[in-house]
């Protein structure tokens, strides 16, 4: 079991910029990928960044350029640093892990606005 935990989101203006942060908790050495995806109300849950134990990344074109995913060494950290964000933005930001064993894990989410 994994547990993970959000936190960094709210509210700021259209070319500011935030900085998620997911702590996973439990048996968190059996990570293989985590990932941040995110949900606005009556929309599909849409990848935004995943980043492998190997620290191979990947964007979603929307934000590459924009949005760097990193991760501590432990695995216990994984954040999202999100610059020049876009009232498009706005939404429920989700942790995600994946493991070894073929787990997957949510957190429950973190909200970010982007308005002026």
């Known amino acids: 079991q994994v547990q993970l935990l959000e936190s960094g989101g709210g509210l700021v203006q259209p070319g500011g910029s935030l900085r998620l942060s997911c702590a996973a908790s439990?048996?968190?050495?059996?990570?293989?990928?985590m990932g941040w995806y995110r949900q606005n109300p009556g929309k599909e849950r849409e990848l935004v960044a995943t980043?492998?134990?190997?620290?191979?990344?990947y964007y979603a074109d929307s934000v590459k350029g924009r949005f760097t995913i990193s991760r501590d060494n432990t695995w216990r950290t994984l954040y999202l640093q999100m610059n020049s964000l876009k009232p498009e933005d706005t939404a429920n930001y989700y942790c995600?892990?994946?493991?070894?064993?073929?787990?997957?894990?949510w957190g429950k989410g973190t909200l970010v606005t982007v308005s002026s």
């Open positions: 980043i492998t134990r190997n620290g191979v990344t």
């Open positions: 995600n892990a994946g493991t070894l064993y073929g787990g997957t894990y």
């Open positions: 439990g048996s968190s050495s059996t990570i293989n990928t």
